[in-house]
């Protein structure tokens, strides 16, 4: 029998459901030596296939991404022989500490996936973006958003003529999610915070940011993304969800008041950075319904967990309040 969920302190029933076999990949998995491997950015190819482009951290302490390639997305995983998107210092001196933390977005307008990737240098962190066709052959566009900034995704389509990256600078009054806008993908402006961190003992206080990239729903753009929670034993990663106005991206409509995941199983609580749950990607079945999430476990290792669109949205019916502009 598979183990059961315990439910959660504010809804009767999980939200999402991990995956009986988490982790579904580590370092144990791959073809060259790493140290660990997380934070997966996740696609539905043409033919089927489910592809995680993940965070891959060497024995040098520096990442690069790596795809691997499943029939299911859950087991039966080809994994590049070699890194499959590597820093390139000497044309790119913003990735000479490594490569990050990347989203994918499929655009259809341009036929290509786009990825936001944190590209990480002397200058601290930014938001880097490339275009692929395969994700064989790469088209960097360089640096979009400064140092520090991270957490980036593009929305798939324009908006009112242009092209939407949310994104999470970090500013003296905290990690807020922006959405910045652009004509060409190089040019960005129109910065708008999106979703401040809320403040004081709040689950999501201080810092906040996109995870997977936001999914396109006929309410608005559904969005888990996470709260950093400081403790006097280090930071705990959990995710809250929020809904946003499908033309104008800026505009919240709905917030979680609780988180709906955190770490809670083993693989999550104890790694190279324990208490971590980070979502870069997820997949929609074909029911246009059934999510898959694929979340870094603990800085260590993929975990996959199961949900569903339609219960994600009446969750937020029951569980956003205005109560957040009073106690920010
Ligand atoms: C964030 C990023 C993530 C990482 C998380 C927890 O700032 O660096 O890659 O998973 O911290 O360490």
């Known amino acids: 029998m598979e183990p059961k969920e315990p439910a959660s ?62 029939a299911n997305g859950i087991d039966g995983w080809k994994i590049d022989a070699q890194p499959t998107l590597v820093a390139n210092p000497h044309e790119y001196p913003e990735e000479i500490w490594g490569i990050e933390d990347p989203r994918i977005t499929y655009v259809p307008e341009l036929e290509q996936y786009a990825i936001a990737y944190t590209s990480f240098a002397r200058g601290g962190p930014g938001v880097s973006l490339a275009l692929t066709r395969d994700f064989r052959a790469f088209e960097r566009l360089g640096v979009i958003m400064p140092p520090e900034d991270k957490d980036a995704a593009l929305l798939p389509r324009r ?3 242009y092209w939407a990256m949310i994104h999470r600078p970090v500013t003296p009054t905290g990690a807020h999610m922006w959405v910045s806008y652009s004509p060409d993908l190089r040019h960005w402006g129109g910065h708008m915070v999106m979703l401040a961190a809320r403040r004081g003992g709040w689950w999501d206080a201080n810092k906040i940011g996109l995870c997977s990239p936001p999914i ?3 309410k608005g753009w559904l969005t888990i993304y996470h709260g950093v ?12 969800l929020a809904l946003f106005a499908l033309e104008k991206p800026e505009v919240c409509l709905q917030r979680g008041d609780s988180w709906m995941f955190g770490p809670e199983a083993p693989y999550e609580r104890t790694g190279d950075v324990k208490d971590v749950v980070f979502p870069c990607g997820q997949t929609i079945a074909a029911d246009g319904d059934t ?15 199961t949900g569903s669109i339609r219960e994600l949205l009446a969750w937020l019916d029951e569980h956003s309040s205005v109560r957040e502009e009073l106690e920010m």
């Open 229 to 240: 929670r400081q403790t006097a034993a280090g930071s705990i990663y959990r995710l809250g």
């Open 159 to 161: 908006i009112n003529g």
């Open 291 to 305: 999510i898959h999430l694929y979340y870094g476990a603990a800085d260590s290792c993929v975990a996959m967990a």
């Open 216 to 218: 396109e729903t006929p």
């Open 9 to 70: 302190a504010f809804s009767a029933a999980p939200l999402f459901v991990r995956y009986p076999g988490n982790p579904i990949l580590s370092r144990q998995d791959w073809p060259y030596p790493i140290n660990s491997v997380f934070n997966p950015a996740a696609v539905l190819l043409a033919d089927g296939d489910t592809l995680l482009l993940s965070r891959v951290e060497d024995r040098t302490g520096l990442s690069h991404l790596c795809a691997a390639r499943s």
